[in-house]
């Protein structure tokens, strides 16, 4: 299950629950370039922390980002640390900036994601 929340910032927070499929994923890049052309930057604050699992097709599908321009200015990670490390690395390759928190630290990724540190 996806849960995004948008404001008029070029903020994202998004939530993945259960297994993350190709139709979310593709909802999930169509928000961040919707944001990006809207607001020119982008700062998203992604709730992994009860992610089940996804296709590994989804990161090769997604190859199409420009590692040379980010699409994201600011990204935090909220995650167990053992179950995405292949997410967070592709995460890593379409962000100026990037963070991972431990699951209980969610307050703290969501002040550092969106600058209220």
Not at 20 to 30: N, P
Not at 69 to 89: A, K, N, Q
Request: glycine residues 6%.
């Amino acid at each position: 299950m996806l849960k995004i929340i948008k404001n008029d910032k070029g903020e994202l927070e998004i939530a993945l629950h259960g297994h993350l499929t190709s139709g979310e994923f593709e909802e999930i890049v169509s928000e961040m370039q919707q944001a990006k052309n809207k607001f020119g930057e982008v700062r998203i604050l992604l709730d992994l922390s009860s992610l089940e699992g996804y296709d590994k097709i989804l990161i090769d599908k997604s190859r199409f980002f420009d590692a040379e321009h980010p699409l994201i200015d600011r990204t935090g990670i909220v995650t167990s640390y053992v179950t995405t490390p292949v997410l967070f690395e592709y995460m890593k390759t379409i962000s100026k900036k990037y963070w991972r928190f431990k699951t209980a630290e969610m307050e703290k990724a969501r002040d550092w994601t969106f600058l209220k540190e």
